[in-house]
């Protein structure tokens, strides 16, 4: 008899979701469930009713999320509010009233204080005013976090939380405008090669500093934060302070992060600043001690990581990059 749980992959065509699916097939597991956006709607509540009551599923990594870089925050706030809260208070609820006990939120740096003190640790948590360019994004998050607890303090439930840095890898989103920095960079960098462009235009002062962590390498924390036994998780958290930082611990500046593109790219023309656009936080290095003392630590440096990156970009159909999406 397989005796494996079965595991819902909520958002497994999404950079984060397909990774997971990655890491939990190497480790052989068989029993994944998974649904795209257009065969289910996480937004509406019957339909992720209908879902749970079906599928008797016995863990949940919710990866779905409506999600995008600092232009997309700031362009379509009420999506970035609305469709997160919707989401992860459908699937929150109708898994904890399906009987699922075990369940991985997927928050964000952004939920700190744009001004927090570096290294963020985890319980600076609503210690201070947001990053207006993400507010609505990072205030969904934080309700995500509480939700989790919450269900857990009233229900006995095993919901658990982890906040990413910002993640790049194979499967990003590669939209001109609506992506994060490294997808856009890579594109812009590489059509500028392409067309023998004399310049590249990076957005901002080049000075904010960003940590950025490789997909794979945030699917292999998200598996190992849900199979830690719920004492080990507990001695490292606090039932109102749940979540757990998820990065590398190294940061660069925007602007050297500008030249290892290009480098990886193989561009050799003259990068710009456009400082009409905005810079959004400062500097979100995350304090990742807790996870380490957990036993998990990242494995792939920014060099590699980009390097695998642009060949799985090269390896892009022009269809998919046309198709790519906020
Ligand atoms: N990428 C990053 O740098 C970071 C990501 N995170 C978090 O990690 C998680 C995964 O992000 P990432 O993989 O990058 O995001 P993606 O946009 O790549 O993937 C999200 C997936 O969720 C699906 N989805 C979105 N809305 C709905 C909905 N209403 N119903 C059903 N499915 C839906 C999307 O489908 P479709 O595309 O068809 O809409 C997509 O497949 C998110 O919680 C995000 O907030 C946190 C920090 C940084
Ligand atoms: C993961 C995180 O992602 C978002 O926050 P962000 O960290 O600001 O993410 P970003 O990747 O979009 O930008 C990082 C930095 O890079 C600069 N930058 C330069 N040139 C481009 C550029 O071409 N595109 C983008 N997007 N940024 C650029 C940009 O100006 C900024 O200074 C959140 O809204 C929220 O979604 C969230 O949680």
Known sequence: MNTQPRIYVAGHQGLVGAAIVRALAARGLTKLVTR??????????????DFFRNEKIDQVYLAAARVGGI????????????????????????AWGAGVQKLLFLGSSCIYPRLAPQ????EYLMSGMLEPTNEPYAMAKIAGIK???????????????????????????????????????????????????????????????????YVDDMAAACVHVMNLDRATYAAHTDPMHSHLNVGTGEDVTIAELARLVGATVGYRG?????????DGTPRKLLDVSKLKGLGWQASTP????LRRAYAAYRGLQPAQLAGSSA
């Open 119 to 122: 290294p963020i640790r985890e």
């Open 270 to 278: 003259r990068i710009v600043f456009d400082t009409s656009k905005p």
């Open 147 to 213: 939700l989790c607890e919450s269900y857990n303090r009233q229900y006995g439930t095993d919901f658990r939380s982890v906040m990413p840095t910002n993640l790049y890898g194979p499967g990003d989103n590669y939209h001109p405008e609506n992506s994060h920095v490294i997808p856009a960079l890579m594109r812009r960098f590489h059509e500028a090669k392409e067309t023998d462009a004399p310049e590249v235009v990076i957005w901002g002062s080049g000075k904010p500093m960003r940590e950025f962590l």
């Open 71 to 94: 232009h997309a925050n700031n362009t379509y706030p009420a999506e970035f509010i609305y469709d997160n809260m919707m989401v992860q208070a459908n699937v929150v609820h109708e």
């Open 36 to 49: 795209s956006h257009a065969e289910l709607e996480l937004t509406n509540q019957a339909q992720v009713h």
């Open 302 to 305: 920014l060099p590699e990581g």
